[in-house]
């Protein structure tokens, strides 16, 4: 598992490089959403993976009886998760407008907000 | 481990067993205030003329606790308040420092000028799409960045402060607005996913995300834990936040889409909080990491002074000019970093509070010349001179402060940045920052010619709007600019406590421990 692990993270971090490489913003979408999940699986991994029981203490005791698993990373997880599902909405909704209005998803063509040879100012008075 | 079952815990070296004094919640004052408001505004939108009145409101008292909290820090030390009742490392700490403190304080007064300006900028629509909730939410972003003392809530204040702008950049959604929304969203992302890397790889490490236990713990883990990478993936990230050179092609290409109220605080705000960060995690958490690094550092902030300043001589548009005076602004900065030694630091913080409102208000400046004039391009902006004396006179006051010249704000810390690269023997760093000095006043120079001296080319077609409100904000904001420039002692002092307190993290670990708890 634990080799498993970083192999999956490293595969994942590949395909979104690549993915975000490209000049058309739904496969650079496609690779933000993978790198969010490569991070995820990274911080899963950095808690230590162990094959315990979750960190449920009973009643009667004031501390866990048995090793626990480790909460926290999956809390971390979850609160990366629920940001970057909401980006990547975010993202969706403004790649969809910006591709309606600007008729295009090809970032070399965005030229709206730098555009290409502009005038120069006046060089004297 | 198998515990007794009988066995009792001390819950008192667990938890925060006394409660937490009056004054205390001043730690949290400058995220709650505008976090409550900007909920309250967001009920009232359809009272869209209570908006503007109540974010000014808002502004005020987060500005009010943020003087009280850098008294007190600046008096008693680092100020400490744990969530959750569960002592540091599990429970999760807002700590304030004076750096912290004096930071939010300076953005704090930034954003409350560029709300009162925003009454003119802002027409009902902008009201009504949510400016000022977005603009107060962003604020509460900064305010927690600027006083968390926990990594992964630096991520999600982060995160907090970045949809808030992408809602700030988008509103009217024009089609240059879209463009450079695009192009700004999803590098943000990019770089601040790149942070969450990092901090995934730092949990790996120390098992704790707490700065104070971190720098605690750095040094036993020194030999065996791959530091130098944490340290190079934060420089990464957080450069990239903060525009430095290699990174930076995002913030041209954005920050002149939007309302100029929007550009002013980003151009104002944003990028220091990067600066904060890198001077966070670098500078107290891995110096020696940071020593190694400095040749690096030293290199990307002269190309982003140099290379961002070319960049603003290049321009037509005043607005994108000013975006790569930003710039160059950050690699003033990260030339402190490089440099590692108390007074490079101390004049890196004092230049982010001058850049914080000397940029901010840069920008209103455009907004009110556009007023005036009907545009922000150099090429139909003329004569402003003969008919707005006054524009004039704050064009020179601001150009000055941001050329690093008397009597204006930028000339102590780029003197205290140039004597601290000569201590250091970074010559050419020094050389680099009086170059960007001459280029700074050569590129703002000539704006100043072509807009304001050139006499009057052709009337403007648009009806000019009164600049008596853009006169009361940029005096407003000249006041602090003469202020720094006439009378330094009490900034630099604040910087220097802030930059110590950076070097020597014991006083910041003490305050976040107090008395070895939670060991």
Known sequence: METALPVTVSIFFAVAIYLMLSKHIIRILLGVAIFGNAVNLSIFTAGRVTREVPPIIPVELMTPDLPTANPLPQALILTAIVISFSFFAFLLVLAFRSYQELGSDDTDSMRVAEPEGEDLPPLGY | ?519
């Open chain 2, 1 to 519: 481990m198998a515990v007794d079952p009988g066995k009792t815990v001390d819950m008192a070296r667990a938890m925060v067993m006394e409660p937490v004094a009056a004054a205390d919640w001043l730690v949290v004052a400058p995220v709650v205030i505008p976090l409550v408001f900007g909920a309250v505004i967001l009920m009232l939108r359809h009272e869209t003329k209570l908006h503007a009145w109540t974010a000014i409101a808002a502004l005020a008292a987060t500005l009010a606790a943020n003087i009280g909290l850098l008294a007190r820090v600046v008096e008693n030390g680092p100020l400490v308040m744990t969530m959750g009742r569960w002592l540091p490392p599990f429970g999760i700490s807002f700590a304030a420092d004076a750096l912290g403190a004096s930071l939010a304080l300076v953005a704090t007064l930034v954003a409350l000028v560029c709300a009162v300006y925003s009454i003119s900028d802002i027409g009902a629509i902008g009201r009504r799409y949510g400016f000022y909730p977005f603009m107060l939410l962003m604020m509460a972003g900064v305010g927690g960045a600027f006083l968390t003392g926990d990594v992964f809530n630096l991520y999600v204040w982060f995160e907090v402060f970045l949809i808030s702008s992408f809602g700030l950049l988008v509103l009217g959604s024009e089609h240059r607005q879209l463009d450079g929304a695009t192009k700004y969203a999803i590098l943000n992302l990019v770089a601040t996913t790149l942070f969450l890397t990092a901090t995934a790889f730092l949990y790996g490490i120390f098992g704790t995300l707490n700065m104070a236990d971190i720098a605690r713990k750095v040094d036993g883990l020194r030999d065996t834990a791959p530091l130098m990478t944490l340290g190079v993936m934060y420089l990464l990230a957080f450069g990239m936040k903060a525009a430095a050179f290699p990174v930076n092609f995002w913030l041209p290409a954005s920050y002149h889409t939007p309302r100029i109220v929007t550009a002013a605080l980003f151009g104002g705000i944003l990028t220091k909080v990067g600066v904060y960060a890198l001077l966070r995690t670098l500078v107290m958490l891995f110096p020696p990491e940071l020593e190694l690094l400095s040749g690096l550092i030293a290199w990307v902030a002269g190309l982003t002074m140099v290379i961002g300043i070319m960049g603003a001589l290049a321009q037509t548009d005043l607005r994108r000019a000013l975006g790569f005076v930003v710039i160059s602004g950050v690699g003033v900065m990260m030339a402190g970093l490089a440099l590692g030694t108390g007074e490079g630091l101390s004049g890196t913080i004092f230049y982010a509070f001058h850049s914080m409102i000397v940029m901010a208000a840069l920008y209103l400046l455009a907004g009110v010349m556009n007023g005036v004039g009907g545009s922000y391009s150099m090429r139909t902006l003329s004569g402003l001179y003969s008919a707005h004396p006054m524009l004039a006179a704050f064009a020179l006051l601001l150009m000055l402060a941001a050329a690093g010249l008397p009597p204006a704000s930028g000339l102590w810390p780029k003197v205290m940045l140039v004597r601290a690269s000569l201590d250091a023997g970074y010559p050419w760093l020094a050389f680099a920052i009086l170059a960007t000095g001459l280029l700074t006043t050569l590129a703002l120079g000539r704006i100043f010619i072509l807009t304001i001296w050139r006499p009057r080319a052709q009337e403007s077609l648009a009806a000019p709007v009164s600049p008596r409100l853009g006169y009361a904000v940029l005096g407003a904001l000249s006041l602090p600019i003469v202020l720094m420039g006439l009378y330094p002692d009490p900034f630099i002092r604040v910087a220097q406590l802030a930059a110590g307190g950076l070097l020597d993290a014991a006083p910041y670990i003490g305050a976040v421990y107090p008395e070895g708890a939670g060991q």
